[in-house]
Protein backbone atom coordinates (compact mmCIF):
# COMPACT_ATOMS: atom_id res chain seq x y z
CA UNK A 1 0.00 0.00 0.00
CA UNK A 2 1.28 3.26 -0.90
CA UNK A 3 2.21 5.75 1.86
CA UNK A 4 -0.14 8.38 0.40
CA UNK A 5 -3.34 6.13 -0.04
CA UNK A 6 -5.70 5.80 3.15
CA UNK A 7 -5.84 2.50 5.00
CA UNK A 8 -9.55 2.75 5.55
CA UNK A 9 -12.49 4.68 4.78
CA UNK A 10 -12.86 6.43 8.43
CA UNK A 11 -9.20 7.57 7.24
CA UNK A 12 -10.53 9.36 4.58
CA UNK A 13 -13.11 10.95 5.70
CA UNK A 14 -10.69 12.24 8.47
CA UNK A 15 -8.68 13.69 6.09
CA UNK A 16 -11.50 15.26 4.06
CA UNK A 17 -12.68 16.54 7.33
CA UNK A 18 -8.91 18.27 7.81
CA UNK A 19 -9.37 19.77 4.59
CA UNK A 20 -12.75 20.93 5.49
CA UNK A 21 -10.86 22.78 8.25
CA UNK A 22 -8.08 24.21 6.59
CA UNK A 23 -10.30 25.80 3.72
CA UNK A 24 -12.88 27.30 6.62
CA UNK A 25 -9.46 28.93 7.83
CA UNK A 26 -7.99 29.89 5.60
CA UNK A 27 -10.30 30.97 2.82
CA UNK A 28 -12.52 33.82 3.31
CA UNK A 29 -14.57 33.46 -0.06
CA UNK A 30 -15.59 30.00 0.81
CA UNK A 31 -16.44 31.07 4.34
CA UNK A 32 -18.65 33.94 2.77
CA UNK A 33 -20.18 30.93 0.27
CA UNK A 34 -20.99 28.95 3.15
CA UNK A 35 -22.46 31.60 5.00
CA UNK A 36 -24.77 32.84 1.95
CA UNK A 37 -25.69 29.27 1.25
CA UNK A 38 -27.58 28.92 4.47
CA UNK A 39 -28.97 33.03 3.89
CA UNK A 40 -30.62 31.49 0.74
CA UNK A 41 -31.78 28.42 2.17
CA UNK A 42 -32.98 30.16 5.09
CA UNK A 43 -34.82 32.41 3.48
CA UNK A 44 -36.19 29.48 1.33
CA UNK A 45 -37.70 27.95 3.76
CA UNK A 46 -39.31 31.01 5.45
CA UNK A 47 -40.62 31.63 1.51
CA UNK A 48 -42.09 28.00 1.45
CA UNK A 49 -40.24 27.51 -2.21
CA UNK A 50 -41.22 24.05 -3.33
CA UNK A 51 -39.00 20.65 -2.65
CA UNK A 52 -37.38 20.92 -6.29
CA UNK A 53 -36.71 24.34 -5.70
CA UNK A 54 -34.67 23.89 -2.61
CA UNK A 55 -33.03 20.92 -4.37
CA UNK A 56 -31.74 23.43 -7.12
CA UNK A 57 -30.40 25.69 -4.72
CA UNK A 58 -28.68 22.69 -2.46
CA UNK A 59 -27.44 21.91 -6.11
CA UNK A 60 -26.02 25.45 -7.30
CA UNK A 61 -24.80 26.28 -3.61
CA UNK A 62 -22.27 22.78 -3.35
CA UNK A 63 -21.51 23.64 -7.07
CA UNK A 64 -20.00 27.59 -6.47
CA UNK A 65 -18.64 25.64 -2.94
CA UNK A 66 -16.96 23.26 -5.18
CA UNK A 67 -15.68 25.77 -7.59
CA UNK A 68 -13.75 28.13 -5.00
CA UNK A 69 -12.02 24.65 -3.32
CA UNK A 70 -10.95 23.62 -6.76
CA UNK A 71 -9.85 27.63 -7.44
CA UNK A 72 -8.29 26.88 -4.28
CA UNK A 73 -6.10 23.96 -4.71
CA UNK A 74 -5.09 25.67 -8.66
CA UNK A 75 -3.79 28.66 -6.75
CA UNK A 76 -1.81 26.26 -4.13
CA UNK A 77 -0.55 23.88 -6.71
CA UNK A 78 0.57 26.80 -8.81
CA UNK A 79 2.36 28.74 -6.49
CA UNK A 80 4.21 25.82 -4.88
CA UNK A 81 5.10 25.15 -8.65
CA UNK A 82 6.31 28.95 -9.21
CA UNK A 83 7.75 29.11 -5.61
CA UNK A 84 5.32 32.46 -5.51
CA UNK A 85 7.55 33.76 -8.41
CA UNK A 86 5.50 36.09 -11.07
CA UNK A 87 4.93 34.07 -13.84
CA UNK A 88 2.21 35.04 -16.83
CA UNK A 89 1.50 31.15 -16.75
CA UNK A 90 0.61 31.37 -12.98
CA UNK A 91 -1.62 34.38 -13.65
CA UNK A 92 -3.54 33.11 -16.26
CA UNK A 93 -3.96 29.59 -14.46
CA UNK A 94 -5.05 31.74 -11.29
CA UNK A 95 -7.50 33.89 -13.11
CA UNK A 96 -9.02 31.60 -15.36
CA UNK A 97 -9.41 29.48 -12.15
CA UNK A 98 -11.37 32.49 -10.47
CA UNK A 99 -13.13 32.64 -13.52
CA UNK A 100 -14.93 29.35 -12.69
CA UNK A 101 -16.01 30.56 -9.37
CA UNK A 102 -17.24 34.04 -10.88
CA UNK A 103 -19.39 32.17 -13.52
CA UNK A 104 -20.87 29.86 -10.69
CA UNK A 105 -21.55 32.31 -8.46
CA UNK A 106 -23.36 34.40 -11.61
CA UNK A 107 -25.08 31.41 -12.15
CA UNK A 108 -26.09 31.00 -8.63
CA UNK A 109 -27.54 34.56 -8.93
CA UNK A 110 -29.50 33.95 -11.86
CA UNK A 111 -31.25 30.85 -10.13
CA UNK A 112 -31.57 32.36 -7.14
CA UNK A 113 -33.71 35.36 -9.39
CA UNK A 114 -35.83 32.61 -10.44
CA UNK A 115 -36.39 30.83 -8.17
CA UNK A 116 -36.96 34.07 -5.44
CA UNK A 117 -38.49 36.51 -7.78
CA UNK A 118 -42.04 35.15 -7.99
CA UNK A 119 -42.37 34.79 -4.36
CA UNK A 120 -41.47 38.16 -3.44
CA UNK A 121 -43.42 40.34 -5.97
Do not use: H
Not at 9 to 38: E, H, V, W
Not at 63 to 82: G, S
Amino acid sequence: MSKYKAGNILTSFNFAFRGLMLALKSQRNFRADIIIGIIVLIAALWLKVTRIEIAILVLIIGLTMFAELVNTVIEFIVDAYFGNKYSILAKMAKDISACSVMLCAGISIIIGILIFWPKIF
